[in-house]
């Protein structure tokens, strides 16, 4: 059975009307002037997309424009050739709909379980190399913008390195490099860098009551080190922030960022508690009380709630903040 | 200009395009492709584009005829592992030494003229109306002249002021605002032109050339206009805060004293006032003038095209756009895709000077798809 179709020459832009039908492993176009037979195999049935009109290339850049999809879809059956697979999947609901959800399946079971997985198996796989040319230029950069040398007398320093070095917190004689910088408006702090580097600041040291606590705070981030929470947290954030950024980045690069960063918070949770629990273990293992760090945490949301002019009462952000709530009262509970 | 040979009585009808594409089908064709290319870990995304591309053009129509996309797959597969590793190569190197970086940089800023040419070819030869194709004739050299003559100009102002104040700091102060109005008024504006003459002074369709008349006067003025919103959204914004602030509906921050937070978080209502002018407004403002100008300034031998978009209701569409795609977490942007489309088809109008059946097939190589590729991934969106 024939069937209405547009032919264009591909020389001129002239819409001719032809019949076609497909027979024999041919297809043949009659029309006005036209009678034109191809092999099926030099003839490209374009897949049908939509309603719209459906493409037959032939050979020398001709080719027929079919709209009546029905009637098109019986010729090509009745002369074996079927749909490719795909082109079903395109127009079903059904499958609009089972596609919808796997994908959000894909997306909440990856950002829950796949990507932390995957993050760690490459983070202990990469060569040390790339922790230290990594922790380098992050140290480099913070010392341009944020960080300046430290004020703390060399004794002091000493004094801290060769007690934390004596208290081997990880029990395996491997312990971290201490390295001293004044924080400045970062208040007091501590961070550690993927190969083993601790930053500790001038303005924890002198917020604490004594040393102890400082080893506490070195206990947690020597946590940070042990599972490589900053490799896993870098490569965790990047492929986070390229995913949300293909996909909603083209509407606004700016709306972007906002679950960016909510969906980073979750991960950071994690490895602080992590890294919580891996201090309250070798605290303990060296008779230090895990509430020395809950002590020396809520020393350092108050500062922080003094610098940031927030009134102790209404306690500004971060002490109202239910993580670190949670955190002191899980430290208190450890003793 | 008017054609001499087909008297105006005897001109075929104008032809508005028209978009018959709909929300629903193209979200079915999205939905999958989307699965496929998670699945496939985005090997799939290139024949996903290729459909992309085929469904919206084949949607498009003029004089009852839709358009055609030829892209191959596999040729957009090669282009996008190129461009994903020169991607890398530059991330790498500028992780490893910013010198290194910065030299990768400058030598991908070195292609790229040559990648923006690559890519109009490939775009413009892969897409045919009634069997002719489109096909794009800009030389390297045009391309490296658009893209690189008025930077180098913006460059040489911003060096002249440099060395004007190295002289005499009254000079310097003096020529700072003459040099602003300069860079934003002509510097600017005239290289915005340049890259979109030279894109369509290339053009061709079958044998028929394109040509581009707009003037540096009416791109200035554009560009003043959209300065002008900018400006008058700005002080809008200041006026309310003003008059918010001594009514002491918001604190804020005197100089000198630290912010409160809690008077800051009132202040969040405002700047999602002057987010949403100036994100939404300005965009869809800058747009619609600049695609009329554009449209309206070229010509296809002797047919002249028409373009009306309203920065009203391109507005409209995309803060409607914008609340659709965030209450469906991304899932509505098949939708807005397709409402964007069928706007900007139904404003562009052919005025045909001869019978469209003239036109005459010309034959081109093939060309890769390495340069369209690469500039998708490396995000540089001149193209309007």
């Known amino acids: ?335 | 200009m008017e054609n001499e040979l087909t008297p105006p009585e005897l001109r075929p009808a104008p032809e508005t395009m028209r978009f018959t594409g709909t929300g629903g089908e193209y979200f079915r064709i999205w939905i999958v492709n989307l699965l496929l290319s998670i699945v496939t870990v985005g090997i799939y995304s290139a024949w996903a584009k290729v459909r992309r591309l085929q469904y919206f053009y084949r949607s498009t129509e003029l004089a009852g005829t839709g358009f055609e996309y030829h892209g191959k797959p596999m040729a957009i597969l090669v282009g996008r592992v190129l461009a994903v590793l020169m991607l890398l190569i530059y991330k790498y190197s500028l992780t490893y030494s910013p010198a290194l970086g910065a030299s990768v940089f400058l030598l991908l800023l070195l292609v790229s003229p040559w990648l923006f040419r690559s890519s109009l070819r490939f775009r413009l030869h892969n897409s045919s109306y009634r069997s002719l194709r489109f096909g794009f004739k800009g030389t390297l050299g045009g391309a490296y002249w658009a893209t690189f003559f008025g930077f180098l100009m913006m460059i040489l102002v911003g060096v002249a002021v440099a060395i004007a104040f190295a002289i005499s700091k009254l000079i310097g102060t003096i020529l700072i605002p003459i040099a602003g109005l300069l860079f934003f008024f002509v510097l600017y504006p005239a290289w915005y032109r340049a890259i979109k003459a030279y894109q369509h002074n290339g053009a061709r369709y079958g044998q028929s050339a394109f040509s581009f008349h707009a003037t540096l006067g009416q791109y200035s003025w554009i560009f003043f206009l959209t300065f002008a919103i900018l400006l008058g959204i700005g002080v809008v914004t200041g006026i309310l805060a003003g008059v918010l602030g001594s009514a002491d509906l918001i604190a804020l921050p005197k100089p000198g004293e630290k912010p409160d937070p809690k008077a800051f978080a009132a202040l969040a209502p405002l700047l999602g006032v002057f987010y949403i002018g100036v994100f939404l407004f300005i965009g869809p403002f800058f747009r619609a003038r600049m695609d009329n100008l554009i449209w309206n300034s070229t010509r296809l031998g002797e047919h002249r095209i028409e373009s009306r978009l309203s920065a009203w209701r391109l507005f409209g569409l995309y803060l409607t756009n914008l609340i659709g795609i965030v209450c469906t977490l991304g899932f509505f942007w098949p939708w807005a895709m397709v409402r964007l489309a069928r706007y900007r088809a139904e404003s562009l109008t052919l005025i045909p000077a001869e019978s469209l059946d003239k036109f005459v097939a010309s034959h081109d190589p093939e060309t890769n798809a390495i340069g369209e590729e690469a500039f998708s991934v490396f995000d540089f969106d001149i193209a309007l």
Not at chain 1, 30 to 57: K, N, T, W, Y
Not at chain 1, 82 to 87: A, H, K, L, T, Y
Not at chain 1, 260 to 284: G, P
Not at chain 1, 297 to 318: C, I, N, S, T, Y
Request: net charge negative.
């Open chain 1, 1 to 335: 059975m024939a069937l209405h179709a547009h032919y264009y020459d591909g020389r001129t832009p002239r819409r001719q009307e032809v019949l076609l039908s497909v027979a024999e492993s041919e297809l043949w176009l009659q029309g006005e002037g036209i009678d034109r037979r191809e092999a099926l195999a030099s003839v490209e049935f374009a897949e049908r997309l939509g309603a719209g009109p459906r493409l037959v290339r032939l050979p020398n850049g001709a080719y027929c424009e079919v709209r009546d999809h029905a009637a098109f879809e019986a010729e090509l059956k009745a002369a074996g050739l079927r749909p490719s697979g795909i082109e079903g999947l395109q127009r079903s609901w059904r499958i609009a709909v089972a596609s919808t959800l796997i994908v959000m399946a894909v997306a909440v079971l990856g950002y829950i379980y796949g990507l932390p997985v995957a993050a760690r198996v490459i983070a202990e796989r990469l060569p040390k190399a790339v922790d230290r040319q990594l922790s380098r230029a992050t140290l480099a950069s913070l010392d341009r913008t944020w960080l300046s040398a430290s004020k703390l007398d060399a004794s002091r320093r000493e004094q801290l390195v060769h007690g934390y070095q004596r208290l081997d917190l990880g029990g395996d004689g491997q312990s971290l490099t201490l390295e001293f910088r004044s924080g400045g408006a970062l208040g007091p702090n501590a961070f550690a860098l993927p190969d083993g580097t601790v930053v500790v600041f001038d303005e924890l040291v002198n917020l604490a009551k004594d040393d102890d606590e400082i080893y506490a705070v070195l206990a947690h981030e020597q946590g940070h080190v042990h599972y490589q929470h900053g490799l896993r947290m870098l490569l965790q954030g990047s492929v986070v922030a390229a995913v949300m950024t293909a996909w909603i980045g083209d509407v606004s690069t700016l709306l972007a960022l906002l679950p960016t960063a909510m969906l980073q918070t979750r991960y950071s949770r994690e490895f602080e508690s992590q890294a919580d629990a891996y201090a309250v273990a070798q605290l303990r293992a060296h008779h230090i009380p895990p509430s020395r760090l809950a002590d020396m945490l809520e020393r350092m949301v108050d500062a922080r709630a003094e610098k940031a002019g927030g009134k102790h009462e209404d306690g500004g952000f971060l002490s109202s903040h239910p993580a670190t709530q949670d955190r002191i009262r899980l430290l208190r509970e450890a003793g």
